[in-house]
């Protein structure tokens, strides 16, 4: 099994049970997510074309595939997601590669960050501008 592939378990079991139900016989059971009708593995170069095919359907930016592992890094942080159970979906083996490299910065999150201390340091939800900082310092 290639270093991309991953096993699945839990909630994503059941997407094939339709292809492995008409199948019987011919349906290979190994787990994958990702499969073809009968249950084999994607091979990486479907995989993009199949997406690429997707992305013309639909009117959508056409992206590399790879791109959907930055952005389901940073969906996941932006969702509250603890950064060490975002290393193990991402599969990364250390958690260093998911913040540095995989999760990517997000404006409104580092506002509503900085909004959060200023209402810890009494300034209410609004952040004071430059200007008014500055003032106050010379008072």
């Not at 339709?18 to 997510?33: F, H, M, T, V």
């Not at 958690?95 to 997000?106: F, G, N, P, S």
């Not at 580092?110 to 209402?119: H, M, T, V």
Request: proline share 4%.
């Amino acid at each position: 099994m290639g270093a991309g592939v991953r096993r699945a378990s839990g909630p994503y079991r059941f997407d094939a049970a339709a292809d492995r139900q008409e199948l019987s016989r011919a349906w290979q059971d190994n787990g994958l997510i990702f499969t073809t009708k009968t249950g084999r593995p994607v091979e990486p170069r479907n995989l993009v074309r199949s997406f690429h095919r997707i992305c013309d359907t639909y009117k959508l930016r056409d992206i590399k595939v790879h791109y959907l592992r930055h952005t389901t890094a940073t969906l996941l942080k932006n969702l509250g997601v603890p950064a060490r159970d975002a290393q193990i979906i991402l599969g990364h083996p250390r958690l260093a590669v998911t913040l540095e490299i995989y999760t990517h910065e997000d404006r409104q999150a580092q506002r509503q960050a900085l909004g959060r201390i200023s209402e810890a340091l009494g300034h209410g939800s609004e952040l004071p501008t430059g200007d008014t900082a500055d003032r106050d310092d010379r008072e």
